[in-house]
């Protein structure tokens, strides 16, 4: 017989450690049994005349697929649905700006995120974005520290304006932000050379450096595993 198998969701992210329901269901109107199949700690089961819910418990792995199969009439039918587990940042911690020459440092600290390259790192200017740092191509799986250091290139117009750090995560449609208490652009002891140089150089410069145990691979983006 002809009959389809529905596992719903059929995607979902839960925070590391957390626990989802899935139901399995089917067209079959006297199904012969209904079965499981996944990696993941299970829990309570639920059951109605033609659906199973069945509780997935302390989801760590960065993607699960789990399986659902009935039977109808002799016939074994299945779906598939994946669990992906993530984890907001601890914090997100923008130092005090530091002016150095006509360049103020910022760095952000963004602790304890899952996966890495699902993240992406924007400094904001009074509420204008100044840089953005997509993530993607670091692929570990493992909860990890990320330190974004940026070169702003000082201008009149920047002193005492708020700056703020935030972590954007997207798992498919999932959206989740963090942000960092604001900190404030310090003001210089101005010179006339200064003046000057702000006034025709307004571009700014950004580097990357990524760190991983002791492996230098670009400027300025750093990531380690945390403490």
């Not at 839960?14 to 079965?35: D, M, Y």
């Not at 509780?55 to 760590?60: A, I, K, P």
């Not at 909860?143 to 750090?165: E, I, K, M």
């Not at 450096?209 to 230098?216: E, I, K, Q, R, T």
Request: glycine share 8%; charged share 15%.
């Amino acid at each position: 017989p002809l009959f389809w198998v529905r596992l719903s969701p059929d995607f979902k992210a839960v925070p590391l450690g957390g626990s989802v329901w899935l139901n399995c269901s089917s067209s079959c109107p006297l199904p012969e049994g209904s079965s499981l199949r996944t990696e993941l700690r299970r829990g309570e089961t639920l059951s109605g005349p033609r659906w199973v819910s069945y509780q997935l418990l302390d989801v760590r792995a960065w993607n699960s697929d789990v399986h659902c199969f009935v039977t109808c009439a002799g016939e074994t039918r299945g779906a598939t649905a994946r669990i992906t587990a993530y984890k907001q940042p601890t914090s997100v911690i923008l130092e005090p700006p530091v002016l150095m020459g006509s360049d103020y440092t910022l760095r952000c600290h963004v602790t304890h995120v899952f996966p890495v390259g699902f993240f992406v790192v924007t400094l904001r200017r009074g509420g204008r974005v100044i840089y953005s740092e997509s993530l993607e191509r670091f692929t570990g799986l493992d909860l990890a520290n990320v330190t974004l250091t940026y070169l702003l290139r000082s201008r009149p117009g920047d002193f005492g304006q708020p700056v703020t750090c935030h972590a954007r995560l997207n798992l498919d449609g999932l959206v989740v932000l963090s942000s960092s208490a604001p900190a404030t652009l310090p003001v210089p002891a101005w010179s006339p050379a200064s003046k000057a140089l702000a006034s025709t150089s307004i571009a700014a410069f950004v580097g990357i450096f990524l760190v991983v145990g002791a492996l230098s691979l670009r400027k300025y983006l750093s990531m380690q595993p945390p403490a």
